[in-house]
């Protein structure tokens, strides 16, 4: 039970770091005028990352 509780504290941590990345990524490329392609490739580096982060969690459950 402690190791569910442990996996799932820590991909929710995950989760609330990548969106705030995220958030972050958009100010910094709408700031600068960046295209729309830079808007979907960072969003698909970031949902990559959060499948990578929540999957080991998953897996353990």
């Not at 729309?36 to 982060?53: I, K, P, W």
């Amino acid at each position: 039970m402690w190791r569910n509780a442990h996996f799932k504290l820590w991909g929710g941590l995950a989760f609330f770091y990548l969106h705030n990345a995220q958030l972050v990524l958009e100010q910094r490329a709408a700031g600068s005028g960046a295209t729309r392609s830079v808007f979907v490739l960072g969003r698909f580096n970031l949902l990559a990352l959060a499948q990578r982060a929540v999957g080991p969690a998953q897996r353990a459950v």
